[in-house]
């Protein structure tokens, strides 16, 4: 019966949830991004390559500008 108590009770500190908390992990906000970025002068040094040529550990170079457009601080990650 306490286990039910403690179930049906909301606090500051407490949630419907026994092993939760009702503070939030992260701020309203967080981690949203604003900056915006332009991917320029992609190069590659092969014109083509086969996936046999990659199964036999054959690879190539990719290379490129990465500029950030605003005015913002941004970090990018760089997906291929």
């Not at 701020?27 to 590659?44: C, I, M």
């Not at 996936?51 to 054959?58: D, P, T, Y």
């Amino acid at each position: 019966m306490e286990i039910i108590k403690k179930l049906l009770i909301s606090t500051q500190d407490e949630t419907n949830y026994i092993d939760m908390s009702a503070k939030p992990l992260y701020s309203f906000g967080f981690d949203l991004s604003y900056p915006t970025f332009s991917y320029n002068v992609f190069k590659l040094n092969k014109n083509s390559l086969t996936v046999e040529e990659l199964n036999k550990g054959k690879r190539f170079e990719v290379s490129l500008t990465l500029e950030n457009t605003s005015g913002y601080t941004g970090k990018e990650v760089m997906q291929l």
